[in-house]
């Protein structure tokens, strides 16, 4: 049987030989007590907030330009910059490949029609051909009642014909 490790078991014993007896829980335990015990600290509490100040730009403090205005290929649309050659290729590429996918959907409902015809032949050949299967065995049957009557009667005449065959002995 062959056995594979799992990511974890492997882990867990590198970091539990690394960071002591608690393992990878453990030394989780102890980063998380050791933020919780600076988090409480008067000192680091003023100062997390000066790391924490972060500048966001609202749609108000973009400078207010032209939407048709260009620098190099750029317009600048809803305080977005767009790279308008860039645009313009995917577009046409996106372009070609909807051309692409349409032709291919129309060749397989081309197939498609193809094979519904096929089918309903083959089935209107199967219904023809079940029925002539049907008359061949009835004619057969027929046959088979017309060779037992020949018989008998080729037996009825070979008795009658051993009979004089006697008599005239």
């Known amino acids: 049987m062959i056995y594979f490790a799992r990511p974890y078991d492997l882990l867990s014993k590198v970091y539990s030989r690394d960071f ?6 453990g030394f989780i335990n102890k980063i998380s007590n050791e933020i919780d015990k600076k ?6 509490y003023d100062c997390k907030n000066s790391y924490l100040e972060v500048q966001v730009m609202t749609e108000s403090d973009v ?17 977005a910059m767009i790279d308008i050659a860039n645009l313009l290729s995917r577009l046409e590429r996106s372009e070609r490949d909807r051309i692409a996918i349409e032709e291919k959907v129309a060749d397989q409902q081309a197939d498609l029609e193809y094979l519904r015809a096929m089918i309903s032949s083959s089935e209107e050949t199967t219904k023809t051909l079940a029925s002539e299967l049907k008359e061949v065995k009835e004619k057969l049957s027929d046959t088979t009642k017309t060779m037992q009557d020949v018989e008998k ?3 009825s005449y070979r008795e009658l014909l051993d009979i004089i065959h006697l008599m005239t002995m």
């Open 20 to 25: 002591g007896v608690g393992g990878v829980d």
């Open 39 to 44: 988090l409480q600290d008067p000192q680091t």
């Open 63 to 79: 400078p207010v330009r032209d939407v048709g205005e260009t620098s190099q290929g750029m317009v600048l649309y809803k305080g």
């Open 153 to 155: 009667t080729c037996g």
